[in-house]
């Protein structure tokens, strides 16, 4: 059974700082992309942040570059996402999602149940 927990979420002020977790079990991890996904209330749920299998630098939605830093440890099963500059349009929940494609386009799709993130004074 796949599982893709998520921890790291909080209240934090704004220009404050705060890393997510994602420890991932039941997959093969190293295969698998990992994105982040953020949903304000009343919004449609927006991909922030995303990285390959074999890891890498990623790649951000316009709104966090350069805040926000995704990252993998795949001897721990575990995707990061550190955010700095926190701002309170950041507000949302926070969801990891693993993603393991094949040539053919079929794909294999899995979600965490989100953390909470706030920002505010």
């Known amino acids: 059974q796949v599982q893709l927990v998520e921890s790291g979420g909080g209240l934090v002020q704004p220009g404050g700082s705060l890393r997510l977790s994602c420890a991932a079990s039941?997959?093969?991890?190293?295969?698998?992309?990992m994105k982040w996904y953020r949903q304000a209330p009343d919004k449609e749920r927006e991909e922030v942040a995303s990285i390959r299998g074999t890891g890498g630098s990623g790649d951000y939605a316009d709104s966090v570059k350069g805040r926000f830093t995704i990252s993998r440890d795949n001897t721990k099963n575990t995707v990061f996402l550190q955010m700095n500059s926190l701002k309170p349009e950041d507000t949302a929940v926070y969801y990891c999602?693993?993603?393991?494609?094949?040539?053919?386009?079929?794909?294999?799709?899995?979600w965490g149940q989100g953390t909470q993130v706030t920002v505010s004074s």
């Open positions: 999602y693993a993603r393991l494609m094949w040539i053919t386009g079929a794909a294999i799709e899995h």
């Open positions: 039941g997959l093969e991890f190293s295969r698998y992309t």
